[in-house]
């Protein structure tokens, strides 16, 4: 018996291991071949396919500038001394000595080395003044995020601290996230976590506490901007459902920008200080210091493209599908013959290429689906024009929250997020079949509501309220004086 147990709990054990360690897919996508030959009835043709370049570490191709210009210790050289312990002060910058010199680009270089490597400001000298410092990462190219950007400090993480993203290579910013210790006092809004977020809230920019508080900075040092469990709203706890998550990319062009820069800004605001007061006799305690920041994704080919060069200090695509640009953004010259279009990763598996045709072939025959599309025949630009809820190069599939049904119709219920309420039962997703008590489209309403007399009348088919019963009654007058000691046993015993 006692081995048999042993077993059991060591298969447990294991089983609880393994899912302990694990961890979201490292590469969320695929789509890595443009074309491939295929033969037809015409002979050997290409058969074109959506494609992207494989996720990378992008800060291997950034341009780092730091605002103000000479917020980067060492010169003059100064003395430093420990966050947590004020006396201990033999931390030495000097900008002209490479040992002890700590200039951005040790922001970026290999993790592991001993000592630690790193990026250091000036320290607060000119307090009560803030000691404000923007750290502006540049790319000249669009990038698609796919992982969490990670920030690692080496001088306690900051109070008070921005992430801001840009579109348009700096011209304008959007905050992305906002981080401190007291949100409502930094930024006057409510803290709150990625968790709290859900499919309809995923664009809401949110001030988070996980990240600034706390005193044990030795450990906790990164902050981060949590890309994967927004991906996770869609795609699941583990990603395993990428499907949806690609639908939603390709249909909601907002949540596709969410996830695009051209450039990042972290805007540091407030240093670490280890307690509610700021020592102003030892000011060469507060300063930052980041040893890495990580920023995970591929170049923005449009999906037109399975890699991205860098050549000359410069990002661009190599471009497929007869289209050109450094996002593939256009048709090449002589392939003009439609309107230029982005791929589409639908349908899953291989998506849509969307590849430009020559000019002097004009409009192709399409072949629409005549219950998906507007029209059985192409528009001028040689595309279906899809009815509500359909997508496909032909109109002929549904996007998420659709059903086929000679044509895309809206789901009224499922068995994941439209639930038949009162133990109703969905049918074919089209109707919920509800019990006899209840109604509605979701079985959410009771049948009495709609009645003459409602819920309480005697055709109801709910009990009426009755008087307590006559051995209740005597029970009562017994134990009276112990129930008025316990006015909470009354309910329980009418």
Not at 78 to 90: G, I, R, V, W
Not at 365 to 385: E, L
Request: aromatic share 10%.
């Amino acid at each position: 018996m006692r081995f048999h147990l042993a077993l059991t709990l060591q298969a447990l054990w294991a089983g609880v291991c393994q899912a302990a360690m694990q961890h979201y897919p490292a590469a969320w996508g695929h789509y890595d071949v443009c074309k491939s030959q295929v033969y037809s009835d015409e002979g050997l043709t290409w058969d074109y396919m959506a494609c992207q370049p494989e996720a990378a570490d992008m800060t291997q191709y950034l341009k780092v500038t730091l605002d103000p210009p000479n917020i980067t210790c060492g010169d003059p050289p100064e003395t430093y001394c420990a966050l947590e312990n004020p006396y201990m002060c033999n931390n030495e910058c000097d900008a002209t000595t490479d040992e002890l010199a700590h200039p951005p680009e040790l922001m970026f270089d290999t993790e592991g080395r001993n000592p630690t490597t790193f990026w250091q400001s000036t320290s607060w000298k000119k307090y009560p003044k803030a000691l404000l410092v923007n750290i502006t990462l540049s790319w000249n190219k669009t990038i698609e995020l796919t992982d969490d950007i990670v920030l690692t400090f080496e001088s306690g993480r900051p109070e008070q601290m921005v992430l801001e993203k840009s579109l348009d290579y700096g011209r304008s910013w959007q905050p992305y996230q906002f981080y401190a210790t007291d949100c409502l006092d930094a930024f006057t809004m409510e803290p709150k976590t990625v968790q709290d977020l859900t499919q309809h809230t995923l664009l809401d920019i949110i001030c988070t506490e996980d990240y600034s508080r706390g005193y044990v900075w030795k450990n906790d040092k990164t902050v981060r901007f949590e890309i994967k469990d927004r991906f996770a709203l869609f795609a699941g706890p583990r990603l395993h459902n990428m499907a949806s998550l690609y639908g939603q990319l390709d249909t909601t062009k907002n949540l596709r920008d969410f996830f695009t820069i051209t450039d990042l800004r972290i805007r540091l605001l407030r240093p670490a200080t280890g307690a509610t007061m700021v020592d102003e006799n030892n000011l060469s305690r507060y300063f930052y210091a980041i040893s890495d920041i990580k920023v995970q994704g591929r170049c923005k080919c449009n999906l037109h493209a399975n890699s991205c060069v860098y050549d000359k200090e410069k990002l661009s695509c190599e471009c497929e599908h007869n289209t050109t640009g450094p996002d593939c953004g256009r048709c090449k010259k002589s392939y003009q013959g439609r309107a230029w279009s982005a791929g589409s990763y639908l349908p899953i598996p291989k998506g849509t290429a969307n590849t430009c045709i020559p000019s002097n072939i004009g409009p192709v025959k399409c072949n629409c689906n005549p219950f998906g599309s507007v029209s059985d025949r192409c528009n001028g630009t040689g595309f279906c024009i899809c009815k509500e809820g359909t997508t496909g190069p032909k109109c002929q599939q549904c996007l998420p929250g659709y059903l086929w049904d000679d044509g895309c119709k809206s789901r009224v219920c499922d068995n994941e997020l439209l639930r038949c309420q009162n133990g109703g039962v969905c049918v074919n997703n089209v109707r919920c079949s509800c019990t006899s008590d209840y109604s509605g489209l979701l079985c959410e309403n009771h049948r009495c509501e709609s009645e003459l007399g409602g819920c309480g009348g005697p055709d109801s088919g709910q009990a009426p309220l009755t008087p307590p019963s006559l051995p209740g009654l005597l029970l009562l007058l017994l134990l009276g004086p112990a129930l008025l000691r316990d006015a909470s046993c009354w309910p329980a015993l009418l």
